[in-house]
């Protein structure tokens, strides 16, 4: 028998326009993480976990499944969904220049397949508005006990050759209130961008961006580096041998995917599962032992999360299972993931 959230998706939610659904669920949450009471009742009900969690960064996380980039753009929703059970938050992708993002429509719902094309184009309030609300959730009891990272990506309006400076630029702003960064320079959705990707272009923002961070916190913040799952073998290996290189955090691994036929935009959900497991296992070969490999594509049941974590992976994210799978999923996954 369908799950009560199943029914209501396919009765109600997917008749709505896939961006329109998600800002409904967007301010349900934002409003259950900043009333105490319902976000108590969340969290003892739908996101209790289980065990001691995952060390991330320092930090106890609750669970080892966490929120990837891209759901909560510019920080208003991580109380939220930590109640819901994520055992981490990763904010943005904030971009130092606010902006609108590409013309709608640009979500696009491929049901058969539990699927998401999109092509936001990193619509967000920008990197200053998104610290102003992390300097208020790090002032708060559970504001500080959650494990929070924040995604910086290149302004749409940024050439290439002041990325750099781009990059700095939100790296300063957010890196006070975060336990890490993540360096995105693989998003399909801004022009140009994923031409980053290439270790010419990727080592000055990764230098620039450890050294404003850790300037501008006080004391060094991890950063990682997010790569495409379009990347051949050969340059996934090189960016690989780079982050080991600079003793970054860790790597991301991966974003959507641009190998799809419906048209401009990324492809997220199991369709990308077994490329990014592929990836994954790749990068657990080159990577220091000690670095960690975030594990994100297709994740859906805890099959496929044990797969990512054989493969390698240290923690885990997703956004596009939560869509298709309602509010009861990440407490349930990081549950199942800690027995």
């Given at each position: 028998m369908p799950s009560p959230y199943r029914l209501l998706f396919t009765r109600v939610l997917s008749r709505i326009d896939p961006e329109r659904a998600h800002h409904l669920a967007a301010a349900l949450i934002r409003t259950a993480g900043r009333v105490p009471g319902v976000r108590h009742v969340l969290r003892a009900t739908l996101g209790r976990t289980r065990g001691n969690g995952v060390e991330l960064f320092g930090r106890r996380a609750p669970g080892v499944l966490g929120i990837a980039a891209g759901f909560d753009k510019?920080?208003?929703?991580?109380a939220g969904l930590a109640a819901l059970g994520f055992g981490f938050i990763e904010v943005g992708t904030v971009t130092a220049h606010a902006q609108p993002g590409?013309?709608?429509?640009?979500?696009?719902?491929?049901?058969?397949r539990r699927a998401l094309v999109n092509r936001m184009g990193f619509n967000n309030a920008g990197?200053?508005?998104?610290?102003d609300r992390l300097r208020a959730l790090r002032g708060t009891p559970h504001g500080r006990r959650m494990v929070l990272g924040a995604n910086i990506g290149r302004s749409k309006i940024t050439s290439a050759a002041d990325a750099v400076a781009d990059y700095v630029t939100s790296a300063r702003a957010v890196a006070p209130y975060v336990d890490y960064l993540v360096v995105n320079v693989s998003s399909p959705n801004t022009p140009g961008l994923r031409d980053?990707?290439?270790?010419?272009?990727?080592?000055?923002?990764?230098?620039a961006v450890v050294d404003a961070a850790g300037s501008a916190a006080g004391h060094?913040?991890?950063?990682?580096?997010?790569?495409?799952?379009?990347?051949?073998d050969e340059h996934i290996d090189a960016v690989a041998d780079l982050a080991r290189g600079l003793a970054l955090a860790g790597v991301v691994a991966v974003n959507t995917t641009i190998q799809?036929?419906?048209g401009p935009g990324g492809l997220s959900g199991p369709p990308l599962r077994e490329r990014g497991i592929a990836v994954v296992a790749r990068l657990r070969e080159r990577l220091d032992p000690a670095q960690l490999i975030i594990g994100v594509g297709g994740i859906s049941t805890p099959a496929d999360a044990r797969r990512y974590l054989d493969a390698g992976?240290?923690?885990?994210?997703?956004?596009?299972?939560l869509i298709y799978e309602g509010p009861a999923w990440p407490g349930r996954m990081n549950r199942a993931l800690a027995g």
């Open positions: 510019d920080a208003t929703m991580a590409n013309e709608r429509p640009r979500l696009k719902r491929l049901v058969d990197a200053a508005a998104a610290a980053l990707q290439s270790t010419e272009a990727l080592r000055p923002i990764l230098l060094p913040v991890p950063v990682l580096v997010k790569i495409a799952p379009d990347l051949a799809h036929h419906q992976a240290t923690a885990l994210q997703a956004y596009t299972a």
